[in-house]
C-alpha cells in the first residue's frame, strides 16, 4: 500500500493480540515498526520476526525513543497499548487513574511529542485502538467504558482540528477480539463479546481497508453502527435494552 510504504511506525501494546497484528500488516505493506511493549521479551519476539526495532516500555514515554531508533522520524504512530479494566463507581481511585492515564494521557502525551514535527512537514498518520465500548459501553466495566469514550473524543478532536494541516486520524473500534484482554474480561466478556469475536488479524485488515478509502471511524464489527446509531437516535431504547443484558448477567452469577 502506497501510504504506508516505507513509512516508519510506531506501534504500543504489540508484544501480542491486535498491536501484534497491527506490526505484521505494516512491515508486510513494506513499513519498518519500532515494537513497543511493556514486556521487553514479547516485543523483541515480534521485532525480530518482522524485521523491526523492540522499543519496549510504558507506551506512555517512547516517543523520543522510538523516533530514534527509527532514523530520527515517526511517520504512523498506533495508540493500541490499553487496560481493560473493570469495576464500578465502587472501584478504587487508584484504578481509575490508572485505567485514565493508560487509555487516555498516553494518547495525548504521545500526541503532544509527535504533532510539531507532523504540523510543520504537513504529513502525520494518528491510529487509536479504541474500541466499541468507546461508541457503545459495556456491562462491568465502568473504567473502561468511560476512558475509552476519552480516548475516542481525543481522536475525534486531532482529526477535526488537524486534518486541513495533513493529519491522519484513524479510530479502530472492534467488539470482542480474540486476545488475552477478551480471556480477561470475564463472563462479561463470555457473554457480550465472545459470540462473535474476531481473530486480530481481522482487525488489522479492517483498518487497511480505512486507511485505503481514507476513513476515521474503522468497525472491524459492522454491526457497530447500527448500535451507534440507536444509541443516538433512541438513547432511551437503547439503554433499557443494554439494562437487560445487564440484568441476564447479573441472574448468571
Not at 513494506?30 to 511493549?37: E, I, L, P, S, W
Not at 510543520?120 to 462491568?140: P, Q
Not at 474503522?218 to 439503554?239: F, G, N
Request: aromatic letters at 6%; a negative charge; proline letters at 4%.
Amino acid at each position: 500500500m502506497e501510504a504506508v510504504q516505507d513509512a516508519r511506525v510506531v506501534v504500543t501494546g504489540a508484544g501480542s493480540g491486535i498491536g501484534a497484528a497491527l506490526a505484521r500488516r505494516f512491515a508486510a505493506e513494506g513499513a519498518t515498526v519500532a515494537v513497543n511493549d511493556l514486556d521487553a521479551d514479547r516485543a523483541r519476539a515480534v521485532a525480530d520476526e518482522i524485521g523491526g526495532v523492540a522499543v519496549p516500555g510504558d507506551a506512555s514515554a517512547i516517543v523520543t525513543e522510538a523516533r530514534d531508533a527509527l532514523g530520527g522520524t515517526v511517520d504512523v504512530y498506533c495508540a493500541n497499548a490499553g487496560l481493560g479494566a473493570g469495576g464500578t463507581e465502587a472501584t478504587a481511585d487508584d484504578a481509575w487513574a490508572l485505567a485514565w492515564d493508560v487509555n487516555v494521557m498516553a494518547h495525548v502525551r504521545a500526541a503532544r511529542a509527535l504533532l510539531p514535527d507532523w504540523l510543520e512537514r504537513g504529513s502525520g498518520r494518528f491510529v487509536s485502538t479504541v474500541s466499541a465500548a468507546g461508541l457503545l459501553t459495556m456491562i462491568g466495566a465502568a473504567p473502561y467504558s468511560v476512558t475509552k469514550h476519552g480516548a475516542y473524543a481525543f481522536a475525534e478532536w486531532l482529526s477535526l482540528t488537524y486534518r486541513h494541516r495533513g493529519l491522519k486520524v484513524h479510530a479502530i473500534c472492534p467488539q470482542g477480539v480474540r486476545t488475552d484482554m477478551l480471556t480477561a474480561s470475564g463472563s462479561a466478556g463470555d457473554l457480550v463479546l465472545a459470540p462473535t469475536a474476531i481473530e486480530p488479524v481481522d482487525v488489522a485488515d479492517a483498518l487497511f481497508r480505512g486507511i485505503e478509502e481514507d476513513r476515521f471511524l474503522i468497525l472491524p464489527h459492522p454491526e457497530v453502527a447500527e448500535y451507534y446509531q440507536a444509541r443516538a437516535t433512541v438513547p432511551d431504547r437503547w439503554l433499557t435494552g443494554m439494562n437487560r443484558v445487564q440484568q441476564k448477567w447479573e441472574s448468571a452469577g
